[in-house]
């Protein structure tokens, strides 16, 4: 099996069962997810709490559209605009992050009355029509040309190209606070900010992404809290129902008033909405996020000692880490799998990219160190 086979194909893993880090096949072989499950379960496989919310709610409702009210959709929408930074008032739930963004820059464009989208090199916002015109990779993009226009992506992390890049015509600039499937990028300090103040001046909508660093990953509870900055717009999904699929966006009060109509059959259904109250609920209780941020630095101290000279570079913030090698992400991606039962994620060519849940413990930050000296430093060997 090739590495891309084993990246973009199907595993050959069977996965039956999952709990806490830990997943398992049909005969009880033991995998730690460092990865598998792409952030999507911050609390870990069944954490019992989201199961118990959500065992509750399917034996009472199931579903019903979402101009009805319905509990459990109020408590999550609470709840999550509440875990929000201030100044994100309202909230419409969806079913991916791709919809999340999608909705996102409908709603800049709507709310400003302008059209053009600022996005960055090395972007991933996801697969629709409007996403996928923002994502920066052309091997996503070209089957499915032409897409919306009035695009313009300028390189990540440089402040003044980017302010240079808004004007009057700007709808939105829609960022990732740090990039994932780009590379784990970290912007410079100084770059969310001038983001900030340059969509500001002439009254564009910013927009974070946070499908992938929002729900504690990063050891707050939204990357950007980290640089102080709140965008106008705020799109998550991943992490939001601990593995049921769901999308949020959080906005101002500028951009709800200048939003014409949005909606979708599923927005907020009991079930997953369920999962979202109980998540958001445990992650800020349990303080899941601050324990991120310890295990994070736990783990990247490790990783440095270990490692050494063996990888490029080792960046990233909690348990968000990107390991930039100097050989293929993909094998060492399925050297991980097939002899050490650990699942990573490359992100890109040369960067593996960590995303175990945050509720992992320095026992299992060791062995996932163990493996991944094992598998680079044999590779830097060989």
């Known amino acids: 099996m090739s590495d891309d086979d084993f990246i973009s194909g199907s595993k050959p ?62 408590d999550a929408y609470a709840a999550f605009v509440a875990s929000t930074p201030d100044g994100l008032e309202q909230a419409w739930f969806c079913n991916s992050g791709t919809e999340s963004n999608e909705a996102a820059l409908k709603f800049a464009r709507s709310a400003t009355g302008n059209s053009k989208i600022i996005a960055a090199t090395r972007s991933f916002h996801g697969r629709t ?33 980017l302010a240079e890049a808004v004007d009057d015509e700007t709808a939105a600039v829609i960022l990732e606070p740090i990039q994932g499937e780009g590379g784990i990028n970290v912007p410079p300090a100084g770059y969310l900010e001038t983001a900030r103040d340059c969509t500001e001046d002439i009254g564009a909508a910013l927009v974070f992404d946070e499908v992938q660093t929002g729900m ?12 102080g900055v709140t ?75 270990a490692l050494g000279e063996d990888v490029r570079e080792i960046r990233g913030e909690g348990l968000l880490i990107g390991l930039e090698l100097k050989r ?40 996932l160190v163990t493996a991944l000296t094992a598998v680079i430093g044999s590779d830097e060997e060989s």
């Open 13 to 74: 893993i069977g996965i039956e069962r999952g709990e806490g880090v830990s997943l398992y096949t049909a005969d009880g072989t033991e995998y730690l997810d460092a990865g598998a499950s792409f952030a999507c379960t911050p609390l870990g496989h069944s954490h019992p709490a989201v199961v118990d919310a959500v065992t509750t709610q399917v034996e009472d409702l199931t579903f019903v559209d979402s101009s009805f009210p319905v509990q459990s959709r109020e």
């Open 129 to 161: 029509m409007g996403a996928l015109a923002a994502t920066w990779k052309d091997k996503y993009k070209e089957p499915y040309e032409p897409l919306v226009g009035d695009i313009e992506f300028v390189p990540y992390g440089e402040s003044e190209e």
């Open 216 to 227: 504690g990953r990063t050891g707050q509870m939204w990357a950007c809290e980290g640089a």
């Open 231 to 305: 965008p106008d717009i705020l799109t998550t999904a991943k992490g939001l129902g601990n593995g049921l699929p769901i999308g949020a966006v959080a906005v101002q009060d500028w951009i709800a008033d200048g939003t014409a109509s949005h909606n979708a059959t599923f927005s907020g259904g009991p079930v997953v909405t369920a999962a979202v109250h109980a998540t958001i609920s445990t992650l800020v209780e349990e303080e899941w996020p601050a324990h991120a941020a310890e295990m994070g630095d736990y783990l990247t101290t490790e990783l440095e000692a």
């Open 328 to 367: 293929g992400a993909n094998r060492a991606a399925r050297d991980l799998a097939m002899n050490h039962q650990v699942l990573a994620l490359p992100a890109g060519r040369t960067v593996l990219r960590l995303l175990p849940p945050l509720v992992i413990d320095e026992a299992e930050a060791d062995q």
